[in-house]
């Protein structure tokens, strides 16, 4: 997963990116860019680490102009050691053209063949996001025969990406001399929000918290398939692209991903996690009685609204019993199992009087592989819990996402191929209660009765795009991040 941001301004907009960039600092941590454009000029820094970590006053001074785009990366492909493989992206042809991506694109290794054999077009890094801007690139060429670039051209161009490119794509380009393009896979996988300041300047953005954090209002989302054009005026023009759109969001963005003060395609993120803990909490009554259970425990921080509606709705006390230590790096980057155990605790201690002599139901937003919740149980009992039961707010993670979030392949995954019984006595807790899928997907989209399905893939391995095999699956696990390790937990 990562974070976009796009910004057409009548003022400077490195400050904006900036800012914008910090809000959507969640959804990735590898690296950080910002592309600016002046005149017909470009300006581009990306460093990896974090935003504040990545841009210096120097860095900054450097990025003047009206209009850019940012984005923060979580890699799902190629090198996470590689600072080429940050983004944004460049070429220089037609007409010189910065993009950035957020998802995944599934037919990557075909498009490449194609890029090299028919459009004759190099590659020059394994990340899909350099193959996408290059589709994009091409088919922009054609549709404009070498003519000034109109909004109707950039329409048709997207329109042809959108027929070649397979999988998840919210991607943000900035063409030279002639302004911003946003677009959205024709299943709206991948978020993308925008909106307008009230000097009439647009951004566009992975969450609408980075359009309010930075005092733009928030006016919808960008539709599936849909193609927005904002020129180096301030005007906007918008276009469905697609010949079949259907939003098919991602679940996991409101289970976990995004963040709770964000609204996502209608839902308030938020809200989704209230409804989780609401839909849970019936699930925990069937298997464990409330007279059992002393004390409810969130493990930090996505799981804590559910949790609350959880406690609240089995009438039991609510407790912080983790505090997390915001300034260590996040488990998923450490090189071994070993130091992620050895993170785990470096990164959550207890507070052990609301463990000790107490029946504890822990919750979680989700358990992908398992070791950290196995690690976080343990620490439970080291406190002195007398039992430890654990409720996720997701149901079992049993297949691979291939849409951008970094999901193990299935023999990592600790429920593929296990029975619940076995999942328990893995993780080592009393008692297990997973939500269901039906559950779930009713919690969240209740919310937004117009919304007909979601990707929910990586709990029900239906794939909404259509094209994923077994076979396509070895292959992207065969290209998954080089020297990068999964997160179960945020």
């Known amino acids: 997963m990562c974070g976009i941001v796009g910004v057409v301004n009548n003022a400077p907009v490195n400050q904006l990116l900036y800012d914008a ?109 350099e193959v996408l801007l290059n589709v994009f ?26 027929q070649r490119v397979r999988g998840s794509y919210a991607a943000i380009a900035m063409v030279a001399g002639f302004g911003l393009v946003a677009f959205r896979d024709p299943h709206g996988i991948r978020p993308l929000a925008m909106g307008q300041g009230e000097d009439g300047s647009f951004m566009v953005a992975s969450e609408s918290v980075a359009l309010e954090g930075t005092g733009f209002l928030f006016e919808r989302d960008v539709a599936p398939g849909e193609a927005i054009v904002i020129d180096l005026e301030g005007r906007m023009q918008a276009q469905q692209c697609a010949d079949n759109p259907k939003l098919d969001p991602c679940i996991f963005e409101y289970v976990y991903l995004a963040r709770p003060d964000s609204t996502m395609d209608g839902i308030s993120v938020y809200q989704a996690r209230l409804n989780l803990g609401e839909s849970l909490a019936q699930r925990v009554v069937s298997v464990v009685p409330p007279s059992e259970i002393d004390v409810v425990i969130p493990i930090p921080e996505s799981s804590r609204p ?145 919304l007909t399905g979601f990707d929910a893939s990586c709990f029900d391995g239906v794939y909404v795009t259509g094209d994923i095999t077994p076979e396509s699956i070895e292959r992207m696990r065969a290209s998954r991040v080089v020297s990068t390790e999964t997160a179960d937990e945020e």
Not at 73 to 95: H, I, L
Not at 422 to 438: M, T
């Open 306 to 450: 559910s949790a609350t509606q959880l406690a609240h709705l089995l009438g039991k006390p609510y407790r912080e019993g983790f505090v997390k230590n915001r300034y260590v790096g996040r488990t998923f980057i450490m090189p071994g199992q070993s130091v992620r155990k050895k993170s785990v605790r470096q990164k959550l201690n207890v507070i052990t009087s609301e463990f000790k002599g107490r029946n504890v139901l822990l919750v979680d937003d989700s358990i992908v592989r398992g070791t950290t919740s196995k690690e976080i149980i343990q620490m439970a009992r080291d406190a002195g819990a007398n039992k430890v039961y654990l409720a996720s707010a997701a149901p079992p993670v049993r297949y691979p996402n291939v849409y951008g979030i970094d999901m193990p392949s299935a023999d990592e995954l600790v429920a593929a191929g296990r029975t619940l019984e076995e999942v328990r006595e893995y993780i080592g807790c009393d008692a297990l209660i997973y939500q269901d899928v039906e559950g779930m997907k009713r919690a969240v989209g209740s919310l937004n009765p117009q």
């Open 137 to 162: 690139a091409h088919e922009l060429e054609r549709a404009s025969a070498g003519l000034p670039l109109k909004a109707e051209d950039v329409f048709k161009a997207v329109r042809r990406v959108h």
């Open 21 to 129: 960039l910090l809000l959507l600092q969640h959804r990735g941590q590898d690296a950080a860019g910002i592309a600016t454009q002046q005149g017909r000029t470009f300006f581009m820094h990306k460093a990896k680490g974090m935003v504040r970590d990545a841009f210096r006053t120097r860095n900054m001074r450097a990025l003047p102009g009206n209009v850019g785009l940012g984005q923060v990366r979580y890699p799902t492909a190629g090198d996470a050691n590689s600072e080429e493989e940050a983004q944004p992206f460049y070429v220089n042809a037609p007409f010189g053209i910065v993009l950035a991506h957020n998802g995944n694109l599934t037919n990557a290794q075909a498009l490449k063949q194609e890029l090299f054999h028919t459009d004759h077009r190099h590659i020059n890094t394994e990340s899909d996001s």
